[in-house]
């Protein structure tokens, strides 16, 4: 018999909320509905698809610096020798380079932006888009870090796209591999102290995205990363040895830098993240590390292969990764039971990522509670789109990235390693709340003259979900614009 409490339940928790009609067409099997798109052929996005390569990222930031110095050095030239500058004439260069870099990366940015909430919006297999979220976030790239700032969408497509109906273990190491994430956490920065480089001096070449300079030492920020977020958790009694026994079996994972013709001229670039890692064996520190009590003998590349693997396998990441994924789906404090039938399919599969969700999908425990966990800003936006059957946005317009930023989640943003809150902890101060309201009322405004009924849209959205008190201020409002604000900031519509 259909169920539309299940289906609103299956939209909204493993999806991103349903389009016009969707429900219906759910409530025949809720459940088969989420399995089928774990098991179905992933297709790239056209969107995503006409999107720069990581490669074509990295070009044009190098382009834009090497434009800046060589500006720089210009302004240097013509201020005399010996002449310092003003404090107002810094603040005047600091203003330009900030413009300058806006004008040259906000289109490519935008339409990034633009490509991910459109491919959400208007996906047959949103379960499949909540997923590459989740998995962007929990291998986090961000922005904000300015020699990395232009590589988290390339990140998000070569590694939570591309890997996540795999095992968890391609992903780690796709992800480990590619120049987001070596720039962004400083890999290409590491060198082992006996390694040639380190002996001889040479050091680590400036990292490809512009950043660092001559250094001979081991950085460990990619090693405590992969240990603390993205395999065993922070309380899985690692030790700092064995931070710095990973770090030394990472040195030498570094990018293929740019090259200079390459720079200097206006073709654009092909190769995906993981065509540009290279194994530098020149900063890889030589010798065999133990790790968690394994010994690693020294084969290069393998080494931290090896390790990757091993890590990826431990219960410890089996259990780290259940909390997670079943945190993100179910609840800010998900049931027990859920995470071991999630910890212990993980295991038996051997990391498999489909599996592992599957056995969520098939928990009686992820059914029984509708709409409590609070919507991030993100997934608020691309619910409402998909609830109003958007289908495109102007590439040109900043419209979500501004809305986004303003309710405090600007794109690829995200303030630091471990990504954005996924709890309601972190969404739910007063002036976010705020901010929420006054979306709402914008989303009204631009769509109150579309022929919409905010009654109709509440039940086609929400079904037996929506409360008694919404349908009954729906009803006493007293026009379509204040309706359509009544609905979309509504308790329901922040909730899934």
């Not at 001889?200 to 660092?212: C, K, N, S, V």
């Not at 958790?233 to 740019?258: F, H, M």
Request: hydrophobic share 45%; charged share 20%.
């Amino acid at each position: 018999m259909p169920d539309l409490a299940l289906a609103a339940i299956a939209a909204h928790r493993f999806g991103f909320g349903p389009r016009p009609g969707e429900l219906s067409a759910i409530a025949g099997d809720p459940r088969g509905w989420v399995k089928a798109q774990l098991r179905a052929p992933a297709s790239e996005p056209p969107a995503i698809a006409a999107l720069p390569a990581a490669e074509d990222d990295l070009l044009a930031f190098r382009r834009w610096l090497a434009r800046q110095r060589l500006s720089a050095r210009g302004e240097t030239e013509m201020a005399g020798a010996g002449e310092q500058a003003s404090a107002s004439q810094e603040g005047r260069q600091a203003a330009s380079l900030e413009q300058s870099y806006v004008g040259a990366f906000r289109d490519r940015f935008v339409r990034a932006v633009n490509a991910r909430i459109i491919a959400a919006a208007t996906s047959d297999a949103p379960v499949l888009e909540r997923l590459v979220h989740f998995w962007g976030n929990h291998f986090t790239v961000s922005s904000l870090k300015p020699a990395a700032s232009v590589l988290p969408p390339s990140f998000e497509r070569d590694v939570a796209r591309a890997h996540a109906q795999g095992r968890f273990s391609t992903m780690l190491i796709a992800s480990c591999r590619h120049p987001g994430m070596l720039i962004y956490l400083d890999n290409v920065l590491s060198v082992g102290p006996n390694s040639s480089a380190g002996l001889t001096g040479r050091g680590a070449p400036r990292a490809p995205g512009g950043a660092g300079g001559q250094v001979r030492d081991i950085n460990e920020n990619l090693a405590r990363e992969v240990l603390e977020l993205h395999t065993m958790g922070v309380e899985a009694g690692y030790t700092q040895a064995d931070v710095q026994a990973l770090a030394a079996i990472l040195s030498g994972w570094t990018v293929d830098r740019p090259r200079r013709r390459d720079i200097l001229s206006d073709q654009a670039g092909e190769r995906s993240g993981d065509e540009l890692f290279r194994f530098d064996e020149a900063l890889h520190e030589p010798g065999p590390q133990r790790l968690l009590g394994e010994l690693y003998p020294d084969h290069g590349l393998a080494q931290g292969e090896a390790a990757l693997l091993a890590l990826s396998r431990r219960p410890e990441t089996a259990r780290f990764l259940a909390f997670k994924l079943a945190r993100h789906f179910v609840s800010d404090a998900p049931p027990a039971a859920v995470i071991a039938r999630m910890a212990q399919a993980y295991l038996d599969s051997d990391g498999d990522l489909t599996s592992t969700v599957e056995a969520m999908v098939d928990s009686p425990e992820a059914w029984e509670a509708p709409l409590v966990k609070f919507r991030r800003p993100e997934d608020y936006l691309i619910a409402l789109l998909r609830s109003l059957n958007i289908q495109a946005l102007p590439e040109s317009t900043a419209w979500a990235t501004t809305a986004l930023a303003s309710m405090g989640q600007r794109p690829f943003s995200a303030p630091g390693p471990d990504g954005w809150d996924d709890t309601e902890a972190g969404w739910i101060g007063a002036d976010q709340v705020w901010k929420r309201v006054e979306f709402a009322s914008e989303m009204a405004e631009r769509f109150a003259g579309a022929d919409l009924r905010a009654s109709a849209l509440a039940e086609a959205w929400l079904g037996p979900l929506l409360s008694a008190a919404t349908r009954r201020a729906l009803q006493q409002a007293e026009s379509p614009a204040q309706a359509l604000t009544l609905l979309f900031a509504a308790p329901e519509m922040q909730r899934r």
